[in-house]
Nanobody
Framework: QVQLVESGGGLVQAGGSLRLSCAAS????????ANWYRQVPGNQREVVAA???????SYPDSVKGRFTISLDNAQNTVYLQMHSLKPEDTAVYFC?????????WGQGTQVTVSS
């Protein structure tokens, strides 16, 4: 059974930093890669960072240079380091991975950036 457990969200002032963690069981990030998405109520989920099992990363322009995704293969954990946070980064952040066309999601963690 695949399980993704996120942690690290919270309230931060604009310009601050947060690090999100997502620990996996039943699936290997080093093989399947991982993504971070975020969602604001009423909007679709949008991807904010992606990493392949080999460590190649990609980001949309909205977060490039501020967010960094990384893998700890020994801990089977993916991180999202967020710097220079803006109020528009406020959302629920979800960890995601997939295997054999089946998607797996974490429960989500709230990030709130105050102005």
């Amino acid at each position: 059974q695949v399980q993704l457990v996120e942690s690290g969200g919270g309230l931060v002032q604009a310009g601050g930093s947060l690090r999100l963690s997502c620990a996996a069981s039943g699936i290997q990030f080093s093989i399947n890669g991982a993504n971070w998405y975020r969602q604001v109520p009423g909007n679709q989920r949008e991807v904010v960072a992606a990493i392949t099992g080999g460590g190649t990363t990609s980001y949309p322009d909205s977060v490039k240079g501020r967010f960094t995704i990384s893998l700890d293969n020994a801990q089977n954990t993916v991180y999202l380091q967020m710097h220079s946070l803006k109020p528009e980064d406020t959302a629920v952040y979800f960890c995601h991975t997939s295997r054999n066309w089946e998607a797996y999601w974490g429960q989500g963690t709230q990030v709130t950036v105050s102005s």
